[in-house]
């Protein structure tokens, strides 16, 4: 073989292997198309075909990736809770106990405002109910491990030694979420239900000591 064929044959070699970071991008970019056409149509009438064809992707593709359409949609999941959490570790977080919920509580009800974070609630709403598949998913891929992440900050020793004794602590995650969120059914019924700006963070504060003065011990 001579030199020229080899090279070309080396050429070819290599065009046809995509560097990681070109599958990644791919990846994060079928992500994106799913979330996307999720919020515009709805989970249940979105089809893997026309997420592979908006994507240009094989629909093998997203079997092999992600097991198929609720895998997909516990990526897309993942990708909302990754630009809010990436860089938070409330396991082994050693601030004060307020400094860590009071910016957890910050960057959770951003999370929960945001129009991409409010529509998908509402499309699970409507649809959980024909469809348990989606319910579960949700479930699985957003509020559990939220919830997850609490339960284990509240039963750190440091931390369980500033609460009151006579507290349930599996009901400590979801006492602080209710207490983040303020009225959910105001979010999902009216688009401009939520203040925004210093009004928002005056009514958080506010929930927040709530919150603080049903759960910390008393000096």
């Not at 979330?35 to 709805?42: A, D, E, N, T």
């Not at 990526?75 to 990436?86: D, G, H, K």
């Not at 979801?174 to 005056?202: K, Y």
């Amino acid at each position: 073989m001579s030199k020229s064929s080899t090279e070309s044959s080396c050429c070819a070699k290599t065009a046809g292997r995509p560097k990681a970071s070109e599958v990644e991008a791919r990846t994060q970019e079928l992500v994106h198309v799913a979330g996307r056409l999720f919020l515009k149509h709805g989970y249940t009438r979105v089809s893997l075909e026309s997420i592979a064809r908006e994507a240009r992707v094989a629909v093998r593709t997203i079997y092999v990736k992600f097991g198929g359409k609720a895998g997909l949609l516990k990526a897309v999941l993942a990708s909302q809770r990754e630009r809010f959490f990436a860089d938070r570790n409330m396991d082994t977080d050693p601030r004060p106990l307020r400094q860590i919920v009071d910016d957890f509580a910050l960057e959770f009800h951003i999370m929960l405002c945001a129009p991409d974070a409010v529509a998908m609630q509402r499309v699970v709403i409507a649809e959980s109910g024909s469809d348990p598949e989606l319910a579960e998913t949700f479930y699985e891929g957003g509020p559990r491990l939220t919830r997850d992440m609490l339960a284990r900050f509240f039963a750190r020793p440091d931390i369980r030694a500033q609460l009151r004794d006579d507290l349930a602590l599996e009901l400590l995650p979801s006492h602080l979420i209710t207490c983040i969120s303020g009225d959910p059914i105001l979010r999902f019924l009216f688009a401009d239900a939520d203040p925004d700006g210093e009004q928002a963070r005056r009514l958080l504060a506010q929930r927040m000591e709530l919150f603080y003065h049903s759960v910390l011990r008393r000096p």
